[in-house]
């Protein structure tokens, strides 16, 4: 008898069809929500700990974003540097 959620999955879920791993998957996700557990943090308010970590999230996106967008705009003067010699 599989005891770890992996197990179950490699044993069971996995030669599943598509439809019927849908329907487990549905199963599951509605008995967690009628059970309301007390685990999942359902409120409204954002504590210190998640905008620290929406402001981490949005710094790195905006600095991989920009830093690409830079070495596209280098990598176009470069070739256009060297179709005007």
Known sequence: MPTTAQEVYNQVVCH???GERLRLAT???NELVGQQQPSLDQSDTWTEEDQIDLV??????????FSDIDRSRIRLNLSHQETDN
């Open 56 to 65: 981490n999230f949005s710094l790195n996106y905006a600095a991989k974003t």
């Open 16 to 18: 599943l069809s598509s």
């Open 27 to 29: 199963i599951i996700l």
